[in-house]
């Protein structure tokens, strides 16, 4: 088919009809017999004439305007335009780029993929760190000083602006952070960016700066290459659904006949997955853990089908702490032509100083062919403030799909990375700051204490002899369950909240879950000595086997309908969020 036809078909500017009948007359000249193709020619020619006459309908009704449109969609279509008009733009975007920085007085900021930016081995002192936001904060436009015109919504009440300061460190204080010092020094750096907004990264150059080495000093804890790219977000469950979000318009783009993509993951998949396959109309196809409670990879393997857009994985799975087995899972995914994306919000700031620990730790990462993405949250093991994660692409072609751009707005050119719109600096400050004064050296030292209190609590519940660690937890969380078919665990767990301790209930199977933390060195041999006591309680009747949670739990997981207990759940939110 000659390439301005085939451009007129994609270019969707034809009614279908007319498409049909071009594709029909195009087949039929391809495969007929000598003496029926010059009428299967001229028939063609009439649809192409056809088409042409809508075009010129499209200049009646819309104008030139609408005229220029058409004729552009059919340019795009035609093969290798689109990769070629997307070089040229890249071209121009890093001039304009270059051309910003130099008036923003900014020398050049590093890109995401340069990997010219690594976790300092040794954290850095406070007072460099300082001086380095001190410098990018003379090229800024501060607000204070009535210049911006957006972005940052603030009155001049400097006693105002700072009780909001105050109140909100008082409700976000990082109780992680044991190191009195770092805390100030978090707060003293998040006051500094606590109004500024990455929602236009020519805006502010100094949030641009720190969030593209922050992402280069992720991707390289991922031992990711030059090539790999990403973006912060607000926390894990943005990073997710953005994954889900590029995957889906990215199979929309190559594989525009699946009109219902599906994504085939783990039933310990974090809920996440859920919120957005429901949000983008994905369908999620869940497959069952084996025995150690890893994801089962032949079950994976015959679930995907001609609607599969994407695997998924984890490192580490919350529910039991353990990784799903994500070497067997990427090369399923390569041979299937898919791409993986490895949930490492959990454990992606714990996992490789485990692993550099001598503890042992499955590859998980970007040195594992087929893993196509990464999401991992700052706000957890990183102890940056909440509100910080990371999305990392292997290459800049899958991040393309994350993208959100609308030029029609009267109000300027639209573009955004995220989810959300305002996108606080002060988040992106501090976790930039935290990684750099923590340093390798510092998470070590933190992974190293909890990974020996992690063990001595997982002992201390074995030695109950009524309790069991399922699985082989690989890092600082684990989950316990009864091995006594008489102890109903969630009794335990309401002997445990009777001493002062707030547990997490699961109900697959039926277990307790503890996430470790910096605060559980101090209390982690009365939290032993206390499961001891728990245990007793409940042996000797102290506490109801249908007790508060015992029998909630009990009630809702006898329930076969989901929708019964989505509708139980949506209640209880509703509830709970009332003014009373």
Known sequence: MPPFLGALINSGSMPPFMQSLLEAAHEAARSAAPHVVSGAIIARNVVAAGGLLHLLQSLYQDGLRGLTSQAIGAFFAIPGVQPLVRYIIRQNVGSTIKMLDKTSGEGGTADSGAQLYSIPEKGLPHEQVLAELADMLKTETESEEGRLFAYVYTDNDSERNEALRNAFHMACENQELRDESLRKFVALVFNQFAHTNALNPSAFPSLRRMETETV??????????????????????????????????????????????????????????????????????????????????????????????????????????????????????????LPLHIDACFGGLMLPWVEKLGYPVPAFDFRVPGVTSISADLHKYGFALKGSSVLLFRNEQLRHYQYFAYPGWPGGLFGSPSIIGTRPGGNIATAWATLRVIGCDGYMETARRLMEVTQAMMAGVEATGHLRVLGKPEMTAFAFSSSDPSMNIFSVADA???????????????????????????????FIADIAEAVKDVKEKRVAADGSTAAVYGMVMAVPSHAVINEFIVGFLSEMYKAR
């Not at 974090?270 to 853990?289: C, D, I, L, R, S």
């Not at 002062?500 to 933390?517: A, D």
């Open 216 to 337: 280069a000093m992720m991707a390289s804890l991922m031992n990711g290459d030059s090539q790999v790219v990403g973006s912060m977000t607000s926390g894990g469950t943005e990073s997710i659904l953005l994954a889900i979000k590029a995957y889906r318009d990215r199979a929309r783009d190559l594989s525009p006949h699946i009109k219902k993509p599906n994504m085939v993951l783990p039933i310990t998949a974090h809920p996440a997955f859920e919120k957005a396959a429901h949000y983008f109309g994905v369908e999620t196809v869940y497959v069952q853990f084996t025995d150690d409670f890893k994801a089962d990879t032949a079950a994976m393997y015959s679930a995907i089908n001609s609607n599969t857009i994407l695997l998924v994985a984890s490192a580490v799975q919350y529910c039991h702490g353990v990784c799903d087995p994500i070497a067997e899972i990427a090369a399923i995914a390569q041979s299937k032509g």
């Open 496 to 526: 445990m909240e009777r001493r002062g301790w707030k547990m997490e209930r699961q109900s697959e199977p039926p277990s307790l879950h503890c996430s470790v933390m910096p605060n559980h060195i101090d209390s982690h041999q009365q």
